[in-house]
């Protein structure tokens, strides 16, 4: 029997860990008659699901260098730090609009799905999702490599903007 609860509910992304294959399958089997879950692994023992999720921190630490960096950006465009307060969710929301974190990019017409290529954070979702679908966090080393080199280039960007600005020190 299949449990329905409304039309399109949001999926709960699970990770069943046990050492008894047989409870593994019977809390997979269970979980599948639910519309809102989506059991992504099963493993074992508690190590590999510790692995898993340090492997998906992982992502998340590279991608908090792109974040870190396009905030100094955006600070480096400001004049106080009101303003630059108020310019972070003006490119944060439409960037992680643009980049698929509202909607599936594949919704987006053709054009914006090629735009959100160059977002640091479609290539955050893209690694999280390929890990999930249990490709190797080895596999997935160019799009780490293509988070790293947003990163790079903020931070460039802004130690030259930085370099170049007389009021930065009054700034911070």
């Known amino acids: 029997m299949k449990h329905v609860s409304s039309p399109n509910p949001p999926r709960i992304k699970v990770l069943i860990a046990?050492?008894?294959?047989?409870?593994?399958?019977?809390?997979?089997?269970?979980?599948?008659?639910?519309?809102e879950f989506d059991v992504v692994a099963t493993v074992s023992d508690g190590k590999e699901a510790v692995d898993i999720v340090n492997s998906m921190m992982s992502i998340l630490r590279f991608f908090s260098l792109s974040a870190i960096g396009l905030a100094l950006i955006t600070v480096m465009f400001a004049n106080s730090s009101a303003s630059a307060g108020a310019l972070q969710p003006l490119i944060t929301?439409?960037?992680?609009?643009?980049?698929?974190?509202?909607?599936?990019?594949?919704?987006?017409?053709?054009?914006?799905?090629?735009?959100?290529?160059?977002?640091?954070?479609?290539?955050?979702?893209?690694?999280?999702?390929?890990?999930?679908?249990?490709?190797?966090f080895g596999s997935l080393y160019l799009h780490l490599l293509i988070l790293l080199a947003f990163a790079l280039a903020f931070f460039l960007l802004a130690v030259y903007k930085f370099s170049r600005n007389q009021q930065s020190g009054q700034f911070v």
């Open 18 to 35: 046990d050492d008894n294959p047989f409870v593994r399958e019977g809390m997979r089997i269970i979980l599948s008659t639910y519309d």
């Open 93 to 136: 929301v439409p960037t992680c609009m643009l980049a698929g974190c509202f909607w599936p990019v594949e919704l987006m017409p053709a054009f914006l799905q090629r735009a959100a290529y160059f977002m640091p954070q479609r290539w955050a979702l893209d690694l999280l999702v390929k890990l999930q679908e249990g490709r190797s």
